[in-house]
């Protein structure tokens, strides 16, 4: 019998990637953390197969960066063709992104999932609780409290925490607790996903990454990651009008599809399964001291390889604000900006993903044609970019508009200064960021609020041959300022600017700025 409840820093509900960065994220800080999973055992199938530029900024400052090239790869052009293989468009996966390497790194989930598992299994501050499930949550002004069940023995416990996170799937306990509703954005579409191993030595005449819009079968081809050194490779197949979702689940039928691109004598089927993929976004994330991140807060089609990453940018939005918090440099509201920030970039994924499943999910042979018809003449919509960040604790002028570049992700590459030579983020470290291209002069009061944030400032040049300065050896931040038009920007922790001035004699009016911003979101560092 329970005798005493125990108090955590965070509990965390479900304990997938997202759960499991998220703990990573807070041990980091010193935080503790109890986590609370279902199931005693990890999925050990792949889902997601991709992670972009940005995520891998973030794996890699978070101690992974020397691993991650063992368990992922360069993705190459995603090209997207209708029945006769003419190209319709193309999104450029392989160019060298903003942060560094490749727009998009491909991953094998279990294999990636496996690494997270290490890195917070030497967390001693982390207490993983498998075959744990979670059954009720409640909250006073003071702490929340959970009670979870043994999933085997339906023995219970009750823990205390200042806050619960719950990265719990896309029927989230914690959204329920909550009371959020949902916005169904009105996509959805089965899909039968084929994870593929080829045997060694054979190499398949396929698409390196393509969507192949056939009417008479909307098909993906995609990398599905390495593991060992052997690379998985994935299909998925719509379910067309008039057929059965058990039909589909037959391997037979699995084999039956894969004919035209690979044979039993190629390669093993790793796992098929029908999905179904949908479009949902939470109203709300946060009620007092429960908030939810990942499928829990958002769930959308796979065309973009976003539903992962997506809600790793929950953790690292989420992280930043809750070291201050838990740290009583900041009062609670400070999290009222996660939503704010957090919404409206997924919200534009979700769109982003649903105009991509809008050009593949057409089993009609006539609205396909037209869809051929309308890319074919350029009369037919770009995909909308990607989004940036518009709300929240960012820059803004008297007139309440943002003020470029704030919102905008920054710079990441090598960096050396003397003898030094090595990735921005391990070179500088995390947090708040004063990067210049010139010395900065600044008074005692901004000098003072700096240094209580604990912020880096840092001159970058072209060459390093300033006294102090840093070398721009990827040529990234330079060129990057230039195109802005700008001398100085202030860094938020999660990489993301949160404003940036032309001239130098203003930065400390951006320093103010920020000042100012974090006080009025609950921030007192002095």
């Not at 997270?116 to 030497?122: G, P, S, T």
């Not at 009670?147 to 416990?157: G, L």
């Not at 037959?250 to 399964?273: G, Y």
Request: a negative charge.
């Amino acid at each position: 019998m329970q005798t005493e409840i125990p108090m955590y820093d965070v509990v965390q509900i479900g304990y997938g990637p997202v759960s499991e960065i998220m703990a990573l994220a807070l041990a980091r800080q010193g935080r503790s953390v109890a986590v609370f999973e279902r199931w005693r055992e990890r999925f050990s199938l792949p889902r997601a197969v991709c992670i972009d530029h940005e995520l891998y900024r973030v794996l890699s400052a978070l101690g992974m960066g020397e691993d991650l090239p063992a368990v992922s790869h360069a993705g190459p052009m995603y090209r997207w063709f209708n029945a006769e293989w003419k190209e319709l468009l193309a999104i450029d996966w392989e160019s060298e992104s903003i942060s560094g390497g490749p727009e998009v790194n491909f991953i094998h989930q279990p294999t990636l999932e496996k690494m997270f598992e290490d890195v917070v299994a030497a967390c001693p501050n982390v207490e993983v609780n498998l075959g744990w499930e979670a059954v009720a949550a409640t909250q006073t002004a003071d702490y929340v409290e959970l009670t979870v069940r043994d999933f085997a023995t339906d023995a219970r416990r009750t823990v205390r925490a200042q806050y619960l996170i719950g990265a719990d799937g896309a029927n989230s306990l914690v959204r329920q607790a909550i009371g959020s509703t949902q916005e169904d954005r009105g996509f959805e579409a089965d899909w039968l996903v084929i994870d593929v191993l080829p045997f060694d030595g054979v190499v398949l005449d396929i698409p390196p990454a393509a969507q192949y819009c056939n009417p008479l079968r909307p098909t993906t081809i995609v990398p599905a990651g390495v593991k060992d050194g052997r690379y998985f490779r994935r299909w998925e197949f719509m379910r067309l009008p008039g057929e059965q979702r058990e039909d589909l689940e037959l391997e037979s039928r699995a084999w039956e599809l894969l004919a035209p691109w690979v044979q039993p004598h190629q390669a093993s089927i790793v796992r098929h399964k029908v999905y179904t993929f949908r479009s949902l976004l939470a109203n709300t994330w946060r009620k007092g001291r429960m908030l939810i991140a990942g499928d829990a807060a958002h769930v959308m089609p796979p065309f973009m390889g976003q539903g992962m990453c997506a809600g790793l940018r929950d953790d690292w939005n989420l992280a930043w604000k809750l070291n201050l918090v838990l740290d009583g440099k900041a009062s609670d509201a400070l999290l009222d900006t996660y939503q704010p920030e957090r919404r409206p970039h997924v919200s534009d994924v979700i769109d982003l993903s649903m105009y991509l499943g809008k050009v593949i999910c057409i089993p009609d042979p006539a609205q396909a044609a037209e869809r051929d018809a309308a890319f074919f003449s350029g009369q037919a919509a770009p995909p909308p970019p990607f989004p940036s960040l518009t709300a929240g604790i960012l820059r803004h002028g008297a007139d309440g508009r943002l003020q470029a570049p704030a919102g905008l992700l920054s710079p990441h590459g090598t960096v050396r200064r003397g003898t030094q030579q090595g990735r921005f983020d391990a070179m500088v470290g995390l947090g708040f960021v004063l990067v210049s291209t010139v010395d900065i002069t600044l008074g005692a009061a901004q000098h003072q609020f700096l240094d209580a944030l604990g912020t880096r400032r840092v001159v970058i040049t072209a060459d390093g041959a300033a006294p102090g300065s840093w070398a721009d050896v990827d040529h990234k931040f330079l060129p990057y300022m230039a195109q802005h038009g700008i001398t100085a920007m202030l860094v938020r922790p999660d990489f993301y600017l949160y404003g940036a001035v032309a001239q130098a004699e203003d930065t400390p009016d951006l320093v103010d700025d920020l000042a100012a911003d974090l006080q009025r979101h609950g921030v007192h560092v002095i």
